[in-house]
């Protein structure tokens, strides 16, 4: 074959591989552009008297409001990417495929799906809430959005319409004024429960995670637990150990100073005896969070050095003892060795 020859090969390998790419690339606006634009569907679908009968006799509305939409996260999407069964209008009547969210939110998906709303779904709970339920539909707005259902002030509301007795107890709480007043340090459903991932509150994770959550803020009190004998329990994944909402309480939170707090004083031996039932009145002596490194707690602080001192020492004095017994037995162990050795020859 001929320089000519070759050179037209390559150069027709490489006309075929460039028209391939092109395909590859327009094929799917070639498609979408077939398919209904978003305009299309809103000529019936912005109408506020469309809707159908649903099997039990009920009346469905179908209408979307077009302003929600060109408002929300998704207002640069083309209604068929989330309804891909749609490829004509008027399109066929009946039941539609469900909408996929974590086509796209494919992170969050993988963390509901571990969650126990996806669970009590499953199971075929009809009040357990999905990604419409927290989001909304075709209004979806971002959770940075003040108006958005998932911003941080308006999360217990939003979780409230499933949990109102909870609802109530937080609103009630100091957290929850706190988040009322603007203060975004307060800490709402998602910041201890999780916005995805939501376990079982009285399940073993949740439980053992907590004190980690509420140490995110209350970093001083979260060292000082750590150093207590409930504190030692939970880092060894023990749930017998009280953790903080067993004290504090999960949603009724209120500063100690506070008489419905339930570690004020007078309430604290009740809160006790949850777990310490026979606890006597000077039970509540016992200083929870007592900061072992402080000398300005003199008591506490030399005994801890003393207890510390008497560990070291201790296991310092054996640590050598065994060692130079263990020097000693392999020491006669080699002249037993040899001995036995010279024996032989």
Same mark, same amino acid.
């Given at each position: 074959?001929?320089?000519?020859?070759?050179?037209?090969?390559?150069?027709?390998?490489?006309?075929?591989?460039?028209?391939?790419?092109?395909?590859?690339? %327009?094929?799917?606006?070639?498609?979408? @552009?077939?398919?209904?634009?978003?305009?299309?569907?809103?000529?019936?679908?912005?109408?506020?008297?469309?809707?159908?009968?649903?099997?039990?006799? /009920?009346?469905?509305?179908?209408?979307?409001?077009?302003?929600?939409?060109?408002?929300?996260?998704?207002?640069?999407?083309?209604?068929?990417?989330?309804? @891909?069964?749609?490829?004509?209008?008027?399109?066929?009547?009946?039941?539609?495929?469900?909408?996929?969210?974590?086509?796209?939110? @494919?992170?969050?998906?993988?963390?509901?799906?571990?969650?126990?709303?996806?669970?009590?779904?499953? /199971?075929?709970?009809?009040?357990?809430?999905?990604?419409?339920?927290?989001?909304?539909? *075709?209004?979806?707005? @971002? *959770?940075?959005?003040?108006?958005?259902?998932?911003?941080?002030?308006?999360?217990?509301?939003?979780?409230?319409? %499933?949990?109102?007795?909870?609802?109530?107890?937080?609103?009630?709480? =100091?957290?929850?004024?706190?988040?009322?007043?603007?203060?975004?340090?307060?800490?709402?459903?998602?910041? %201890?429960?999780?916005? *995805?991932?939501?376990?079982?509150?009285?399940?073993?994770?949740?439980?053992?995670?907590?004190?980690?959550?509420?140490?995110?803020?209350?970093?001083? =009190? =979260?060292?000082?637990?750590?150093?207590?004998?409930?504190?030692?329990?939970? #880092?060894?994944?023990?749930?017998?150990?009280?953790?903080?909402?067993?004290?504090?309480?999960? *949603?009724?939170?209120?500063?100690?100073?506070?008489?419905?707090?339930?570690?004020?004083?007078?309430?604290?031996?009740?809160? %006790?005896?949850?777990?310490?039932?026979?606890?006597?009145?000077?039970?509540? #002596?016992?200083?929870?969070?007592?900061?072992?490194?402080?000398?300005?707690?003199?008591?506490?602080? =030399?005994?801890?050095?003393?207890?510390?001192?008497?560990?070291?020492?201790?296991?310092?004095?054996?640590?050598?003892?065994?060692?130079?017994?263990?020097?000693?037995?392999?020491?006669?162990?080699?002249?037993?060795?040899?001995?036995?050795?010279?024996?032989?020859?």
């Amino acid at each position: 074959m001929g320089e000519k020859g070759a050179w037209g090969q390559l150069l027709g390998i490489g006309l075929r591989g460039f028209v391939a790419l092109l395909v590859f690339c %327009c094929l799917p606006e070639l498609c979408l @552009s077939q398919a209904p634009s978003n305009e299309e569907c809103f000529m019936c679908h912005g109408d506020p008297d469309l809707s159908k009968t649903a099997p039990d006799g /009920r009346r469905l509305s179908l209408f979307v409001d077009q302003k929600g939409f060109e408002s929300s996260v998704h207002q640069r999407l083309s209604c068929v990417l989330c309804h @891909s069964d749609i490829g004509e209008v008027p399109h066929r009547e009946g039941t539609l495929q469900r909408v996929e969210c974590g086509k796209c939110h @494919s992170e969050q998906a993988t963390e509901f799906l571990d969650s126990i709303h996806f669970r009590s779904i499953r /199971r075929g709970d009809v009040f357990a809430p999905g990604c419409k339920d927290c989001h909304g539909k *075709h209004d979806v707005r @971002s *959770h940075e959005d003040p108006l958005s259902r998932s911003a941080k002030a308006n999360v217990p509301n939003l979780c409230g319409t %499933c949990h109102e007795g909870i609802k109530a107890e937080y609103q009630m709480s =100091y957290h929850g004024q706190l988040l009322a007043q603007g203060d975004g340090r307060a800490p709402g459903c998602q910041d %201890c429960h999780y916005s *995805h991932r939501i376990t079982q509150a009285e399940g073993r994770l949740h439980r053992l995670a907590q004190a980690n959550r509420c140490g995110s803020c209350h970093k001083e =009190y =979260y060292r000082t637990f750590r150093d207590t004998f409930h504190g030692k329990l939970t #880092s060894l994944g023990e749930l017998a150990g009280a953790k903080c909402h067993d004290c504090h309480s999960a *949603h009724s939170i209120f500063p100690e100073r506070d008489i419905r707090s339930t570690v004020h004083r007078q309430n604290l031996l009740h809160t %006790c005896r949850r777990c310490h039932t026979d606890a006597p009145e000077n039970f509540i #002596s016992y200083i929870p969070h007592a900061d072992i490194h402080d000398p300005g707690r003199p008591l506490l602080y =030399y005994a801890n050095l003393f207890m510390v001192g008497i560990l070291v020492l201790t296991f310092g004095f054996f640590g050598l003892h065994s060692l130079l017994w263990l020097q000693r037995l392999t020491v006669e162990w080699i002249f037993r060795k040899r001995k036995r050795s010279e024996t032989d020859g």
